[in-house]
């Protein structure tokens, strides 16, 4: 699934211990350089690997902040400043009318579908969804943080929750456009 991929560098963050921060942004960074490379390698284009160089600055910008101050006061906020970091590259590439997902739907669908209305409107409804995901997991472990909470089993529940709900939604959304597709291509509504 082209999706773990994608999100492998937060999910190596996300499940490091929160004590030694600096090393699993440091990890966070290697990962998502690896993905880099091995997607580059496997012929993806910039389009596909949106959210991956995002991570990869991210997680520079991260590793230097922890590794200058372990003690900073960014790390009880850093779940919610990953989650909004998502947010932000996820909205952003709406915005410039590329979303993310396009990218890595492109991968593994036939390059006839690429300009079809229905294959970019999906896509822009499968990022404007994550979007939408990351921006709530980010308000919520903000509050979360806010009251001391940041690195607790709430926080960690609703880090998988914002990636869980999207990916269920993305298989669920997909698998109901092309159904209705074929529909229509068999002469059905």
């Not at 030694?20 to 690997?49: E, F, K, N, T, Y």
């Not at 101050?69 to 970091?85: I, K, Q």
């Not at 996820?90 to 979303?99: D, E, H, I, N, Q």
């Amino acid at each position: 699934m082209n999706y773990v991929l994608t999100f492998l560098p937060w999910i190596v963050y996300a499940v490091l211990p929160s004590g030694q921060w600096q090393w699993a942004a440091l990890a966070g960074l290697a990962v998502a350089l690896g993905v880099i490379v091995r997607q580059r390698a496997a012929g993806a284009g910039p389009d596909a690997l949106v959210i991956e160089i995002g991570s990869a600055a991210f997680f520079a910008v991260l590793a230097a902040i922890a590794f200058a101050d372990p003690h900073s006061p960014v790390h009880p906020y850093s779940p919610a400043l990953s989650s909004g970091v998502l947010a932000v590259i996820a909205g952003a590439s709406l915005a410039a009318r590329r979303p993310f997902t396009l990218g890595i739907a492109k991968r593994s669908t036939p390059r006839e579908f690429w300009d079809q209305p229905l294959f970019v409107r999906t896509n822009v409804v499968l990022t404007a969804v994550w979007t939408a995901a990351f921006a709530v997991t980010a308000a919520i472990l903000a509050a979360l943080a806010h009251a001391g909470q940041g690195h607790s089993a709430a926080a960690v529940a609703v880090q998988v929750a914002g990636f869980v709900l999207p990916i269920a939604f993305t298989l669920r959304y997909v698998a109901a456009v092309q159904a209705r597709a074929q529909r229509l291509a068999a002469g059905g509504s």
